[in-house]
């Protein structure tokens, strides 16, 4: 036993120096879902530069202050709808796949950019959004696909910076399109007419090219886009043999031998596991045998057996209460995901709304440090510039600085840091608008670096805590749809209320009451930040799976030989 014992510390030391490879990087795969989802982003963030005046162009109201309320209800009508079926979705993902779901959500972007273009009035806007928001619950669903494509802590920092980049590229051309393509009869009147389509409808040019990107989108996603659930990923999907299809027909048929179906190996050449499919322990398929006649390798999904002792992760899914997939660490993460989306989107709505708003006409006496009341009154073109700087800023900070600063000091730290300085840029924005007016441009950029910074180093830290902390990656759609859901209802919230306290602060002559009062908010998300612990998780342990695995088979076994008749010592009478 003692042999034995030392032969094995022996052997965790050699593993120690030689690790096992860490598998490939998907990186085809993140590039594809990133052409899925950078539709989205596109039509979300160009209505910003319109929106304030999309609403007075309604005559709902004639008072100015006014319009930023209304602002914001149209630009949260999607949160809202989003907020009321995003678990929803993320339980459907669960049990039908990730894929078909993005599917269904990208279709009804399309549609709502449509309808949303065509809008006559405020109402059929508020109903246009909110639409979107009901069919979209790809929030949540693109983070359990991107958790489900990364299986080691290894590979995180990079790719969860992949959506939040595609976020970024939205927010350069979102606000571009926007800004650019709204009233084109105004801005281009050599092109459009005034008794043409685009008079009658303003804003719809921008939607329509929103939709067009949706509709690529998909077409993308059905041809490339592979489903990533445990169960289903070995399924056959119609639309990406259709993709390897024309792709073989493109780059010729040497290419879709690289990517499509692999001749068949004997069946003692066959390996268990294929170096990319990362099947669950205690997972046994029930019919993946492939005889040497077939032409081709196959997975058939006919029955999955539990192995006797193996602890299959869905049967303990399905069977173990809420309060188990819900723990309080999961908790947590959620909670101050709900309050970063709560003030970061109201930074987003207050900001074109800020730039947008006209100097008081009736001077109200200014008291500082908190009385005061001014505008800047730029125009849609100006304001879609600075968000789109905004996005390149945001592009290259969520590229290159969280890597480098989460493989630093870990995601943990770094998520804590930013909720603790939050509440600073909330406190000093409203002061810019007594700057000189020589100086107002740079201090608009130095509030949008700042933020954005802030913006690219705290949500991909909270997307990775949130996946380290779920106890299995088969209850990941439900944890992220209800951390979806959380974040939906407080970006619903945030242009509601900060738009409310804006009007208020307004009439009042407190033009900072708004920023101050997403400022007490971001006081309570460090609160709660602080409290974040990051519990050992399946990620650790399936880290401590292959090491362990691998001190095993680096451990030689003393296999004891049986005597002979001749060699047996027969006992002394």
Not at 6 to 19: D, H, I, L, Q, Y
Not at 99 to 111: A, R
Not at 116 to 124: L, S
Not at 542 to 565: G, V
Request: proline fraction near 7%.
């Amino acid at each position: 036993m003692r042999t034995r014992r030392r032969n094995s510390m022996a052997g965790s030391e050699t593993s120690v120096g030689s690790r096992k490879p860490l598998p490939p990087y998907p990186s085809r795969q993140l590039t594809i879902l990133a052409l899925c989802r950078i539709c989205e982003p596109i039509a979300f963030m160009s209505i910003f530069p319109y929106i304030w005046h999309m609403v007075r162009d309604f005559g709902i109201t004639e008072d100015e202050n006014q319009i930023s309320f209304y602002a914001g209800m149209v630009t949260s009508a999607f949160t809202f709808a989003e907020f009321s079926t995003s678990f929803i979705w993320g339980r459907l993902s669960d049990k039908i796949g990730r894929k078909p779901v993005l599917l269904m959500g990208m279709t009804g972007t399309g549609i709502s950019v449509i309808i949303f273009g065509f809008a006559p009035n405020i109402w059929v806007a508020l109903g246009a959004r909110a639409l979107g928001g009901f069919l979209n619950g790809n929030i949540g669903v693109l983070q359990t696909t991107v958790a489900e494509l990364v299986t080691v802590k290894a590979h995180q920092p990079k790719a969860y910076t992949v959506m939040p980049l595609v976020w970024c590229i939205g927010s350069i051309v979102g606000p571009m399109i926007g800004g650019a393509l709204a009233k084109p009869v105004e801005s281009f009147p050599g092109l459009f007419s005034e008794q043409g389509l685009f008079n009658t409808f303003p804003y719809l040019l921008p939607n329509l090219f929103s939709a067009i990107c949706v509709f690529i989108g998909v077409i993308v996603g059905i041809l490339f886009l592979e489903e990533t659930h445990a169960e289903r990923k070995h399924r056959p999907d119609r639309g990406v043999e259709l993709g390897r299809s024309l792709m073989s027909r493109i780059w010729g048929s040497g290419k879709a031998k690289d990517k499509g179906t692999l001749p068949a190996k004997a069946p003692e050449e066959q390996p268990l596991l294929s170096e990319n499919d990362e099947l669950l322990p205690g997972y046994r398929t029930g019919s993946t045998r492939s005889s040497p006649a077939s032409d081709s390798v196959s997975v058939s999904e006919d029955s999955l057996d539990l192995e006797e002792g193996g602890g299959l992760e869905l049967a303990e899914a399905e069977k173990s209460p809420a309060g188990k997939v819900f723990t309080k660490a999961v908790i947590t993460v959620i909670i101050s995901y709900g309050i970063l989306a709560f003030h970061t989107m109201a930074f987003d709505s207050l900001l074109p709304v800020f730039l947008s708003t006209n100097p008081p006409e009736r001077s109200t006496p200014t008291r500082l440090p908190f009385k005061f009341a001014d505008g800047f009154g730029w125009d849609t073109q100006r304001i879609g510039f600075i968000l789109s700087v905004q996005g390149v800023y945001s592009l290259a900070s969520t590229r290159l600085l969280f890597p480098f600063v989460a493989n630093k000091i870990g995601a943990l730290r770094l998520f804590k840091i930013m909720s603790v300085l939050y509440p600073l840029l909330y406190f000093f924005t409203p002061y810019i608008v007594l700057l000189p007016e020589s100086l107002r441009m740079l201090s608009v950029y130095g509030i949008v670096v700042w933020k954005m910074t802030f913006s690219t180093l705290a949500y991909p830290s909270n997307a990775i805590l949130l996946t380290n902390s779920a106890p299995t990656t088969l209850t990941l759609g439900s944890i992220n749809g209800a951390a979806a859901m959380t974040a939906s209802l407080c970006r619903a919230l945030g242009p509601i209320v900060s738009g409310y306290f804006y009007t208020q602060g307004m009439e009042s002559g407190y033009s900072g009451l708004s920023w101050w009062v997403a400022g007490l908010v971001a006081v309570v998300g460090a609160w709660v930040g602080l409290e974040i612990t990051e519990p050992k998780g399946r990620m650790d342990e399936k880290e401590e799976i292959d090491e362990t695995t691998e001190d095993e088979s680096t451990t030689t076994p003393t296999t004891p030989t049986m005597p002979s008749e001749n060699d047996q010592t027969r006992p002394s009478p």
